[in-house]
């Protein structure tokens, strides 16, 4: 029947102030009871405006009607069809800006939340599959992919599919990379990105860890070794500093540091080798995601007070409006208008607190957002002995710098086209080493884009 509510079924949560001293996963999923009621507001439109908002074109009213219907496998295998990762997007996607936003339940009251539903489906999946994907026939042809990140495994496996040979080489010592080293366990946990890494091997992937590409072996000594074409999928995981005085000091991190040993070496399990300093006051800066997960990464660790330090308004911050609510639910306070413009230390060099100057907005600048400037005499010092430095990442220049006849931006982005090719024949790229830091559906998006073009390269070389 029909649900006309105009609010989505909440999600179940753990309680804010027991979340924020542990790891566990925040969200709890719905019940099957939630998902069919919650699909059943999906009016099922003719003319799919949610689909356009996808960026993958996930069939959503014919998996919800699937849901409907308590048919949670087909609803999967409807899925399935475009993303590669669904219990992953369903969870980290910023589905208010993509599909949800198109939802026409959303012109008055909430949208359907696609985004919960795919989390269930995949969820359901997940819990009742039986065994793993069988291998596909082999087509005797090779391929690589650098990066086991979501762009990387999204093209590892459909080529896989095709029956390529496909060997993924990775620099760190496990497969997933933001997925397992920055999206922190209580977002999106490792066991969930291991099922699917499982899969993936399950086609015949081979994935090599603790291999850098450009250290280890090069882009051309792979293709010596017989890969016919090669994908970069190696990310933006270059952390940017402000260049402030004191960013040297005991106690500074960038986010990317402080997020790899918290997630990946699990800094927070007490027999950790590789412990973070414990601190009481942490000043995170930024405010865009990884800025959030930093900071209830920061309490979760025991700190008492956890600033997020920001030049603009929280209007203006990067951030999905959930991760900031769950932030300011989990008591990290915002110290918006606000800029850093040295960091203080102490006889030992280690951060005794973080100067800042007070902000107000002015004229829209160059990104439409409003221009902060300073307000005069406004400086002040917070004291901290943390400083967690989010304020973006770039591509890591040691691919770009080993690979002959690879064109990249100034910034370093790694130039291709709208299928991958980039300026050097037979390697393609895609995922956040084209674009910067975007989403995980974009990646997974590029991944795919490219594993066609791939295909299509290979192909028309042995015709
Ligand atoms: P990555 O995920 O960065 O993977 C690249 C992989 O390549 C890494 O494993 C890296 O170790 C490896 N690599 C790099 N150089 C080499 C080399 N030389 N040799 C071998 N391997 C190499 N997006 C969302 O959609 N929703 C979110 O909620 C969200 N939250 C985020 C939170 C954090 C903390 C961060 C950092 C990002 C977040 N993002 C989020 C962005 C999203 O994770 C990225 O856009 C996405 O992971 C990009 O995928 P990718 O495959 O291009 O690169
Ligand atoms: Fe929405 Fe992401 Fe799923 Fe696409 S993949 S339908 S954007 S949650
Ligand atoms: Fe359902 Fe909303 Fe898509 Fe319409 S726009 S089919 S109501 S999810």
Redesign the pocket.
Same mark, same amino acid.
């Given at each position: 029947m029909a649900n006309m509510s105009l609010l989505k079924n909440p999600m179940p949560v753990q309680e804010p102030l027991v979340r924020n001293g542990n790891f566990k996963e925040v969200a709890l999923g719905y019940t099957e009871d939630q998902a069919i009621d919650e699909a059943n507001r999906c009016l099922g439109c003719k003319n799919r405006p949610c689909v356009g908002g996808c960026p993958v074109a996930v069939d959503i009213p014919d998996f919800i009607a699937k849901v409907k219907e308590g048919d949670f496998e087909s609803a999967y295998q409807i899925i399935s069809k475009s993303s590669a990762l669904p219990a992953v997007?369903g969870? !980290?996607? +910023?589905q208010e800006t993509q599909c949800e936003s198109r939802c026409v339940r959303g012109i008055k009251g909430e949208p359907v939340a696609i985004g919960r539903l795919e989390r269930f489906v995949a969820d359901w999946h997940m819990a009742h599959a039986e065994g793993a994907p069988e291998m596909p026939e082999q087509n005797g042809h090779k391929a690589a992919v650098?990066? /086991?990140? +979501? &762009?990387?495994? %999204?093209c590892a496996g459909d080529l896989a599919r095709m029956g390529y040979k496909v060997t993924v080489?990775? /620099?760190?010592h496990? =497969?997933?990379? @933001? #997925? @397992?080293?920055?999206? *922190?366990e209580f977002?999106?946990p490792k066991a969930i990105v291991q099922k699917e890494i499982e899969n993936l091997k399950a086609l015949g992937v081979e994935i090599n860890t603790n291999? @850098?590409?450009?250290? %280890?072996i090069t882009v051309d000594e792979l293709f010596a070794k017989g890969y016919e074409a090669i994908f970069i999928?190696?990310? /933006?995981?270059l952390p940017r500093f402000m260049n402030i005085p004191g960013e040297n000091l005991k106690g500074v991190y960038s $986010?990317?540091e402080y #997020?790899t040993r918290t997630?990946l070496m699990k800094a927070y399990l007490p027999d950790s080798d590789t412990p973070i300093m414990s601190a009481k006051n942490v000043a995170v800066v930024g405010g865009?995601? @990884?800025a959030?997960? =930093?900071a209830r990464c920061a309490k979760r660790l025991g700190a008492e007070n956890v600033y997020i330090v920001y030049r603009r308004g929280k209007e203006e911050m990067p951030a999905?409006n959930e991760?900031i609510e769950h932030a300011e639910e989990e008591e990290i306070i915002f110290k918006t208008l606000n800029n850093p413009v040295e960091i203080l230390g102490d006889e030992h060099k280690c951060v005794k607190g973080i100067k800042c100057v007070e902000m107000e907005l002015g004229e829209p600048d160059e990104s439409g957002r409003r221009r902060p400037v300073v307000k005069d005499g406004s400086e002040f010092v917070l004291d901290v002995d943390c400083v967690i430095m &989010?304020i973006g990442?770039s *591509?890591?220049p #040691?691919?770009r710098n080993t690979t002959e006849g690879l064109d990249t931006q100034k910034w370093g982005g790694i130039i291709a086209d709208e299928n991958g090719q980039t300026s050097r024949e037979g390697v393609f790229a895609?995922?956040? $080493? !084209? %674009?910067g =830091? $975007?989403? !995980?559906? #974009? /990646?997974?998006g $590029?991944?795919k884009t490219a594993a066609k073009a791939m295909d299509e390269y290979i192909r028309s070389k042995n015709a």
């Open positions: 997007c969870r !980290v996607c +910023p650098i990066g /086991a990140g +979501p &762009s990387g495994l %999204t080489f990775e /620099a760190l496990l =497969a997933g990379g @933001v #997925l @397992v080293y920055g999206i *922190p977002r999106l291999i @850098v590409i450009g250290k %280890t999928g190696s990310g /933006a995981g $986010a990317n #997020l997630n865009g995601n @990884v959030m997960d =930093a999905r991760e &989010s990442t *591509p890591n #040691l691919i895609g995922g956040d $080493a !084209v %674009t =830091a $975007a989403t !995980v559906i #974009l /990646a997974m $590029a991944g």
